[in-house]
């Protein structure tokens, strides 16, 4: 008789634990493979001229060759976004000469002049042209300008000279970065 | 301050296009049956991926996505479900292969540990570090018991800093989150949301939104290791329990023959 209870006690916890751990019986686990990425600033300079080659495109300048004082040259710089987020768009102009004796030298900005596009590029004061507006992706700015002419008083040192344009375009991410082109942090540094 | 930025000097690479982050809302839809777990919308990354709105972020960005957690099995009387991150590893949890593309486990975990996440269940704060690290979400977290057509919501904030450089461009990061459910079938009451629907909104009645056709991933494993040993422990404690009691009946039984002796 006390075996029995004994069997009746045991088989009692077990039952009740038994049946607190099975209530659960179905588990299933899944994963989710989650991604953060990050975007990105990309330009390009077109340096078209008004000259197309022959296979109709523009033909770009850089360099102005046998020059006379008072030459003018189409030259047509803009930019254009080519990556997918809105970029302020800032250029600089650099002018230089190689002269005939090999030397090369950095010129005043008169010696070249441009007919600049201040409708849209505003001179910053500090050597660069801000375009007035954001730039969307795929978006190209108008023309920073659409000649350049030498000046009429080169002396004869740039005789046989060659004279270069040298532009350098930057751009810097539109989001989280103030309201306009001048509010704008995060230039390349030079 | 560092920001994205770029100098072209004359004429500078063509970087192709992506397509911008759309609005989708994120969503997990424990269905039982076949399909388990079923992660909507996914993305072009990954057919799980939950990120939908974590994507092309800029230095300076406080993004947030709100990803709905819901229970539409119909077989069971409700589901506890619980949510875990894991680690990226070169073997035991590789990268998936469009993140592996131009990420190595290092790389990647070296952008991630740029970011800041925050991860709200309903409003309680489950997790907060850099998405390399799973934080709070080391082990599992229970989000709820739900009862058919009733969930909760993780909010997930994630922060740039204004401080990120260039090398920072057009990096990719994956974050595996681990959702484990428990379905029960027993007399348990369950209120909703009173009781058993911790978390449920709209009184656990909530329906859940147009399902995806087909986008989720689902894969078994009826039986995780924890349940298996919990019921491998009630087991053992229950043994235990029964040979205590023969000991202490067959003292007892000891002591009244020594008594009548």
């Known amino acids: ?190 | 301050m560092k920001k994205f930025s770029i100098i072209v000097l004359l004429f500078s690479l063509i970087f192709l296009f992506a397509p911008n982050a759309s609005a989708l809302n994120s969503a997990v839809y424990f269905e039982g049956g076949a399909d388990n777990f079923v992660f909507y919308p996914g993305s072009e990354w990954n057919e799980t991926d939950l990120f939908d709105g974590f994507k092309s972020a800029m230095p300076g960005d406080k993004l947030t996505e709100t990803v709905k957690v819901r229970n539409t099995a119909p077989e069971y009387d409700y589901v506890k479900i619980y949510l875990r991150a894991e680690a990226h590893d070169e073997s035991a949890n590789p990268l998936s292969d469009s993140v592996a593309e131009t990420e190595t486990v290092a790389t990647m975990s070296d952008f991630l540990a740029q970011l800041t996440m925050r991860v709200y269940n309903g409003g309680e704060l489950v997790y907060n570090a850099t998405p390399d690290q799973t934080d709070g979400l080391s082990s599992n977290v229970l989000l709820g018991e739900f009862v058919e057509g009733a969930g909760t919501t993780l909010t997930i904030e994630l922060e740039v800093p204004k401080t990120l450089g260039n090398e920072y461009m057009h990096r990719s990061g994956e974050v595996d989150w681990i959702f484990t459910a428990e379905g029960y079938v027993d007399d348990k009451p369950c209120n909703c949301p009173s009781c058993c629907c911790q978390n449920c909104e709209s009184g656990g009645n909530t329906q859940p939104e147009q399902l995806p056709d087909g986008t989720g991933q689902s894969a078994n494993s009826p039986f995780t290791f924890d349940s298996v040993f919990g019921y491998a422990l009630i087991l053992v404690l229950s043994l235990l329990g029964l040979m205590a009691s023969v000991i202490v009946i067959r003292k007892l039984k000891q002591k009244a023959n020594l008594k009548n002796e």
């Open chain 1, 1 to 190: 008789m006390k075996k029995q209870k004994l069997l009746a006690l045991g088989l009692s916890l077990l039952a009740v634990a038994m049946v607190g751990g099975t209530s659960a019986f179905f588990v299933t686990s899944d994963r989710a493979h989650n991604v953060i990425t990050t975007s990105g600033v990309a330009i390009e300079l077109i340096e078209d001229t008004n000259q197309t080659g022959v296979d109709g495109r523009p033909i770009p300048l850089t360099n102005i060759e046998d020059a006379h004082p008072g030459d003018s040259y189409s030259k047509i710089p803009q930019v254009k976004n080519v990556d997918e987020g809105e970029v302020w768009v800032r250029i600089k102009v650099g002018r230089g000469a190689k002269l005939d004796n090999g030397d090369e030298i950095t010129i005043s900005d008169n010696s070249i002049s441009a007919n600049y596009n201040t409708r849209n590029w505003l001179n910053g004061g500090d050597g660069y042209y801000y375009y007035y507006r954001a730039l969307k992706a795929g978006e190209t700015t108008e023309p920073l300008f659409t000649e350049v002419t030498l000046a009429n008083e080169l002396s004869n040192t740039y005789n046989g000279a060659t004279f270069s344009l040298d532009l350098q375009a930057e751009a810097v991410q539109v989001a989280n970065n103030g309201l306009s082109v001048y509010d704008a942090e995060g230039w390349p540094e030079e």
